[in-house]
Nanobody, 119 residues
């Protein structure tokens, strides 16, 4: 069963914007509400890294590379998490993964969505 699913990736020119979406269709609302959500990315030949996270209370954290350009948000009623990315750079090219970490510590990952920033 798909626990987490991303969408919204694509190709964009430098300076462009994309909004990634992450849904948790099979998660009951109370579990989603209490979960910490995150966006990670993995570029070719590199390790997966945290880009942004939002906890159950709405607190956010960003990688230094994302600060001022990316915004993470969540819509509890729709069980969705978003990553608004602007002023994209070639170094943002990667596969972006959504994660959900439940109170008990169990972590779920999506299959990833590819973002390519190139002129």
């Amino acid at each position: 069963q798909v626990q987490v699913a991303e969408s919204g990736g694509g190709s964009v020119q430098p300076g462009g914007s994309l909004r990634l979406s992450c849904k948790s269709p099979r998660t009951i609302t109370s579990v989603f509400t209490s979960s910490d959500m995150g966006w990670y990315r993995q570029a070719p030949g590199k390790e997966r890294e945290l880009v942004a996270s939002i906890d159950s209370g709405g607190g956010t954290k960003y990688a230094d590379s994302a600060k001022g350009r990316f915004t993470i948000s969540r819509d509890t009623s729709r069980k969705m998490v978003y990553l608004q990315m602007s002023d994209l750079k070639p170094e943002d090219t990667a596969v972006y993964y959504c994660s959900r970490k439940e109170i008990g510590g169990q972590m779920y990952w999506g299959q990833g969505t590819r973002v390519t920033v190139s002129s």
